[in-house]
Nanobody, 121 residues
């Protein structure tokens, strides 16, 4: 069993930056692919970025490429999402997930409670 706790969300002006963190419990953190997803009100859950267990491979959505960077520190059981050049359309609840390295949310077994990111124009 893996428990995930996100932090780092908040209110920021357009063009600003935030760094989300996701702390995981469990001794097998490095065995899991980790992903970030987001969901805005009235919209479906959307893939943001994912990273492989060892951190070698990453993928990200076209909408965030060049602005968001996913990384992980397996020694700290933590995955990060650095978000730069934020836009109002990035406003959503952001979820951390653990499972198979994939863009598909159905490949992830473990989910955090979410953290709100609000970008003002």
């Amino acid at each position: 069993q893996v428990q995930l706790v996100e932090s780092g969300g908040g209110l920021v002006q357009a063009g600003g930056s935030l760094r989300l963190s996701c702390a995981a419990s469990g001794r097998t953190f490095s065995g899991y692919g980790m992903g970030w997803f987001r969901q805005a009100p009235g919209k479906e859950r959307e893939f943001v970025a994912a990273i492989s267990g060892g951190g070698t491979f990453t993928i990200s959505a076209d909408s965030v490429k060049g602005r968001f960077t996913i990384s992980r520190d397996n020694a700290k059981n933590t995955v990060y999402l650095q978000m730069n050049s934020l836009k109002p359309e990035d406003t959503a609840v952001y979820y951390c997930a653990g499972g198979r390295y994939s863009r598909d949310w159905r490949e992830y077994n473990y989910w955090g409670q979410g953290t709100q990111v609000t970008v003002s124009s």
